[in-house]
């Protein structure tokens, strides 16, 4: 076994942080962490790069939005408040620091049918769209805001709206039929579950982090992953 210490600040960071209403983003993503999908659209690296394989050879889908600065998000929200008024905004538009956009793991896509729109473009549950949403889990993504989570979400429905939380996260999401909110709440009370897929086993552990940071026990040579929740602990995956 060799213990890993964790700092305090990995509580903020890697592709499981949760980003809402109660959760602000806590730290800013570094443009040199970002790579460009698709019509100057950018997400973090590993989640650009896993998105390019979901889409190879694919013209019926388009990348209309990902990752945006606090400044742009700060400008939709107001835009948005302008054009269509406080009702729809709340629905459909997070609040600066509450959007999942802010940390460029999330992305908007829509059919590649003109006229495009920016806020909700078309994504339907027919064709290549659906296709794409069948894929999704086995490389990281999930659809973060279902019809029938909104209590959980806080947000409406949005067929296009994609967040790449990394696999096996997103397949056992998608299994259990759990939102962000609900899968992270999973992982806090079970602690450690272990999850199969095929021959493979995936350890994953949840682990409370304190002012001091957390520690892991992983077993000599195994490789693994860490992701904060954006709230008090520290996911571990072991492969
Ligand atoms: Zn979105």
Redesign the pocket.
Known sequence: MKRVLLDKEQIFTGPLILVNKEHPLRKTIGRQELRVVGRGVKLQREAALQLKLLLEEQSEIISV?GFRSHKEQKNLYQQSLRDNGENFTRNYVALPRCS??ECGL?I?LGENKEPIDEICPSFPYTGPCQDFRNKAPWFGFVQRYEKGKEAATGIAH?P??FRYVGFPHSLIMQEKALSLEEYLEFLRKEKRIVWSCGHKSIEIQYISAGTEGAAAEIPEGRPYQISGDNEGGIVVTLW
Do not use: P, R
């Open positions: 939005s999942e956009h999330a908007d949005e296009w709206h």
